[in-house]
T-cell receptor, first 113, second 114 residues
């Protein structure tokens, strides 16, 4: 089955700096890659996703890049703000409807003032 | 997401007890899921259901059972709870907008088995 590895497990950046979180996946058939943000005491919330036919996708300060050859994808957050502090999870799915997601182990991002 | 609710939010129980966690949604989605989250690990799929008559096992279904009482309700049961089932449990729902099942998560239930 699919295996998703996520690095780093913790990341501390200063406000205004950029943050990058990286994930690798094992199943070359995977074709959908969402990123979730989990704030304390809440469930994960989808923040951005990308399909395998796209190399990059941006939404304001957040971007995701995908390298299918190397089987890795990354989350980029620019101009970080304190409210970006949370745990971020990557996921991958090879199921055509993306119903069965395999999650990474999470990255705790701390944005310091 | 307020459209996906889970009860209870916290539960402490003893080994051997039967426990039911409930999930309700007002999103009108057909698909519902139960996940387990352990510290330092990602979310692991326990069971999922594509409609009221469809139930499927996920990665870690042993020791769990589910019931899809209606489109809006999906319950997870631990028939005889054990301490290593102590975890955070999330329910999720999805639709197929654009051909992708975007999953929306509830707030979670923290379960402790003593």
């Amino acid at each position: 089955g699919e295996n998703v590895e996520q690095h780093p497990s913790t990341l501390s950046v200063q406000e205004g700096d950029s943050a990058v979180i990286k994930c690798t996946y094992s199943d070359s058939a995977s074709n959908y890659f969402p990123w979730y943000k989990q704030e304390l005491g809440k469930g994960p919330q989808l923040i951005i996703d990308i399909r395998s036919n796209v190399g990059e996708k941006k939404d304001q300060r957040i971007a995701v890049t995908l390298n299918k050859t190397a089987k890795h994808f990354s989350l980029h957050i620019t101009e970080t703000q304190p409210e970006d502090s949370a745990v971020y999870f990557c996921a991958a799915s090879g199921d055509i409807t993306a119903s069965k997601l395999t999650f990474g182990t999470g990255t705790r991002l701390q944005v310091t003032l | 997401d307020a459209d996906v609710t889970q009860t209870p939010r916290n539960r402490i129980t003893k080994t051997g007890k039967r426990i039911m966690l409930e999930c309700s949604q007002t999103k009108g989605h057909d698909r519902m899921y139960w996940y387990r989250q352990d510290p330092g690990l990602g979310l692991q799929l326990i069971y999922y259901s594509f409609d009221v008559k469809d139930i499927n096992k996920g990665e870690i279904s042993d020791g769990y059972s589910v019931s899809r009482q209606a489109q809006a309700k999906f319950s997870l049961s631990l028939e005889s709870a054990i301490p290593n089932q102590t975890a955070l449990y999330f329910c999720a729902t999805s639709d197929r907008t654009g051909g992708i099942d975007t999953q929306y998560f509830g707030p979670g239930t923290r379960l402790t088995v003593l």
